[in-house]
């Protein structure tokens, strides 16, 4: 129990660290966010309104910095991240909401995806070592050094462009309106097949090298040859004893993947124009949108650290040795 007491601890004080962090950082970029917006929406916005929109948005010059950092403890507190600059008047919310769905569909399928079938076969490769699987290896390292961005763009030239069995962008398509409808989750689906399909081939080799890379070191223990000089089978040896220690240390790396789920693939989302939080980040950025990307930014670490939080859980149920006090 103490264990993870000081674990929570920990993230308690992290959490705190980086809404610091997230309210600082977009206020020391160039670039004035109300002018921008001004100058977006230029005849429909008058330049008269600049100090109401100054008020709106929290950004009045006679209220000092450390006033601002307080009111925005107090609405994330309240739930509240304000409104968003590049699409006024729509509370950050509702842009979040809007997003989160189609980068947790998409990227958490193909995480979940290419961690199976990377750590069974890297599982396979690292128990049959110096055989014909090997041979493996040097693709997997070559796809493990893939950027995710130069893969999508291979993928559209050959799959969307060269081909046409895919559209290159998109996340479904727009002449169908958003339901419960199997033409819609079809639509949905053949849209979504080219990017998640180029994030399991970038990330599935991660996987494959970590997996077996494990299982080379455990494979070597006493406790594996001994059930080996038991009698044991093969196969229950392989995943009964060897897999089951050999897994822990991916367990940790998927729960992180899963945090990181919600952040999404900032390039592939960009390449592909696929209407996820990764997207949504990138428009935030050029548009200088402070709460868009301090919503972003706090829903992407809040999602981290429970991921840390439940990585650390299931690591010590199932190593008790990480719980023994030092």
Same mark, same amino acid.
């Given at each position: 129990m103490r264990f993870f007491l000081r674990r929570l601890g920990f993230y308690v004080i992290t959490f705190w660290a980086a809404v610091t962090i997230n309210f600082f950082i977009p206020r020391i970029m160039p670039g004035d966010p109300v002018r921008a917006l001004i100058a977006k929406n230029q005849g429909r916005i008058s330049t008269d309104a600049e100090a109401a929109l100054r008020t709106l948005f929290g950004l009045e010059k006679e209220t000092t910095l450390w006033q601002q950092y307080l009111d925005y403890w107090g609405l994330i507190l309240r739930g509240d991240l304000g409104t968003s600059f590049a699409y006024f008047p729509t509370p950050v919310a509702d842009v979040i909401a809007?997003?989160?769905?189609?980068?947790?569909?998409?990227?958490?399928?193909a995480t979940i995806i290419s961690f199976t079938i990377g750590t069974v076969i890297g599982s396979g490769i690292g128990w049959r070592r110096g055989t014909?699987?090997?041979?493996?290896?040097?693709? /997997?390292? *070559? *796809? /493990?050094? &893939?950027?995710?961005?130069?893969?999508?763009?291979?993928?559209?030239?050959?799959?969307s462009v060269t081909l046409g069995w895919f559209p290159a962008s998109g996340s479904y398509d727009r002449s169908l309106v958003p339901t419960f409808s199997w033409e819609f989750i079809g639509s949905v689906i053949y849209y979504g097949t080219l990017p998640a399909l180029t994030i399991v081939i970038s990330s599935i080799s991660g996987w494959i090298l970590g997996m077996r890379n494990m299982m080379v070191t455990v494979s070597s223990e006493d406790y594996v040859t001994v059930a080996q000089a038991k009698g044991v089978s093969e196969r229950t040896v392989l995943f009964g004893y060897a897999a089951r220690n050999a897994i822990l240390p991916q367990v940790s790396s998927f729960a992180l993947s899963l945090g990181f789920i919600v952040g999404g693939t900032l390039i592939m989302e960009i390449v592909f124009s696929y209407q996820g939080i990764g997207y949504y980040l990138f428009t935030a950025v050029a548009a200088k949108d402070y709460p868009?990307?301090?919503?972003?930014?706090? &829903?992407?670490?809040?999602? +981290?650290?429970?991921?840390?939080? +439940?990585?650390?859980f299931v690591y010590g149920v199932l190593d008790p040795r990480t719980r023994q006090e030092g």
């Amino acid at each position: 129990m103490r264990f993870f007491l000081r674990r929570l601890g920990f993230y308690v004080i992290t959490f705190w660290a980086a809404v610091t962090i997230n309210f600082f950082i977009p206020r020391i970029m160039p670039g004035d966010p109300v002018r921008a917006l001004i100058a977006k929406n230029q005849g429909r916005i008058s330049t008269d309104a600049e100090a109401a929109l100054r008020t709106l948005f929290g950004l009045e010059k006679e209220t000092t910095l450390w006033q601002q950092y307080l009111d925005y403890w107090g609405l994330i507190l309240r739930g509240d991240l304000g409104t968003s600059f590049a699409y006024f008047p729509t509370p950050v919310a509702d842009v979040i909401a809007g997003a989160i769905p189609w980068t947790i569909g998409l990227v958490g399928i193909a995480t979940i995806i290419s961690f199976t079938i990377g750590t069974v076969i890297g599982s396979g490769i690292g128990w049959r070592r110096g055989t014909w699987a090997d041979s493996l290896l040097p693709i /997997s390292t *070559f *796809f /493990s050094a &893939v950027p995710y961005f130069w893969l999508a763009l291979i993928a559209i030239t050959i799959f969307s462009v060269t081909l046409g069995w895919f559209p290159a962008s998109g996340s479904y398509d727009r002449s169908l309106v958003p339901t419960f409808s199997w033409e819609f989750i079809g639509s949905v689906i053949y849209y979504g097949t080219l990017p998640a399909l180029t994030i399991v081939i970038s990330s599935i080799s991660g996987w494959i090298l970590g997996m077996r890379n494990m299982m080379v070191t455990v494979s070597s223990e006493d406790y594996v040859t001994v059930a080996q000089a038991k009698g044991v089978s093969e196969r229950t040896v392989l995943f009964g004893y060897a897999a089951r220690n050999a897994i822990l240390p991916q367990v940790s790396s998927f729960a992180l993947s899963l945090g990181f789920i919600v952040g999404g693939t900032l390039i592939m989302e960009i390449v592909f124009s696929y209407q996820g939080i990764g997207y949504y980040l990138f428009t935030a950025v050029a548009a200088k949108d402070y709460p868009l990307m301090q919503g972003i930014f706090l &829903v992407i670490t809040v999602a +981290v650290l429970f991921a840390n939080i +439940v990585a650390d859980f299931v690591y010590g149920v199932l190593d008790p040795r990480t719980r023994q006090e030092g």
